[in-house]
């Protein structure tokens, strides 16, 4: 079966420093989509970013950047210079397909990220 | 518009009561999900409609009764809820049901059964 560990059940960082937050998955497809979201305190998650199983390049986004290791099953996402605003919940997630051969979305259990000012 | 919109924010309802929430997209989405999250757990996923037909019913208990009014309208009737069923609600939709789609939610609907 498929999953998503995210071992990190909290972290609390000061202002301006630098976040690594873990995420190891499981899965027996060649092809395989990983995903991020962001909950926030308001409720909806947020998109952040998906990745192919087959693009192993590393991606920068402003301050994110998300590091992608096959040979470690790992797809992890640092936040640089972190910010009060990044305090959120933050989900590691697995398509996976299902009975109908439609995809469904496993989440890891999430991070739960605390900026101090 | 690429908002999932989710009415009433925050449901209060006792055991016997019946309630719905609603939830609307605009973005032409064919895929739309109902989940249910309990605190500091991540999304469970409860029903999946494909093109307005129910493609997956996690084992969900009856007296939850989604339904699929139209493409971009999805209900979730409820009837005799236990106060173990307290829990944020979240609708979210998709383009499709392929592999590599992102999932867009709403806010939720914070449910308190008393």
């Known amino acids: 079966a498929q999953k998503v560990t995210q071992a990190q059940t909290e972290i609390s960082v000061v202002e301006k420093e630098d976040v690594t937050l873990d995420c190891v998955y499981e899965t027996r497809d060649t092809t395989y989509y990983l995903f991020w979201y962001k909950q926030p305190p308001s409720g909806e998650l947020v998109f952040l970013i998906r990745?192919?199983?087959?693009?192993?390049q590393n991606e920068i986004s402003g301050r994110y950047s998300w590091n992608f290791q096959k040979s470690t099953s790992s797809f992890n996402f640092t936040i640089t210079a972190s910010q009060v605003v990044d305090s959120a919940v933050y989900f590691c997630?697995?398509?996976?397909?299902?009975?109908?051969?439609?995809?469904?979305?496993?989440f890891g259990a999430g991070t739960r990220l605390f900026v101090k000012a | 518009d690429t908002e999932v919109t989710q009415t009433p924010k925050h449901l209060v309802m006792g055991m016997t009561n019946k309630k719905s929430l609603k939830c609307e997209q605009h973005m032409g989405h064919r895929a739309m999900y109902w989940y249910k999250q309990k605190a500091k757990k991540p999304p469970e996923l409860m029903f999946v409609?494909?093109?307005?037909?129910?493609?997956i019913n996690e084992s969900v208990p009856s007296r939850f009764s989604p339904e699929c009014p139209n493409s971009s309208l999805l209900n979730l009737h409820l009837h005799a809820l236990q106060p173990e069923d307290s829990a944020l609600y979240l609708c979210?939709?998709?383009?499709?049901?392929?592999?590599?789609?992102?999932?867009?939610f709403g806010s939720g609907t914070q449910l308190s059964v008393l």
């Open positions: 990745r192919n199983s087959f693009d192993e």
């Open positions: 409609y494909s093109y307005e037909k129910l493609s």
């Open positions: 979210a939709s998709s383009r499709n049901r392929e592999r590599d789609e992102k999932l867009f």
């Open positions: 997630a697995l398509s996976e397909v299902d009975h109908t051969g439609g995809f469904k979305t496993i």
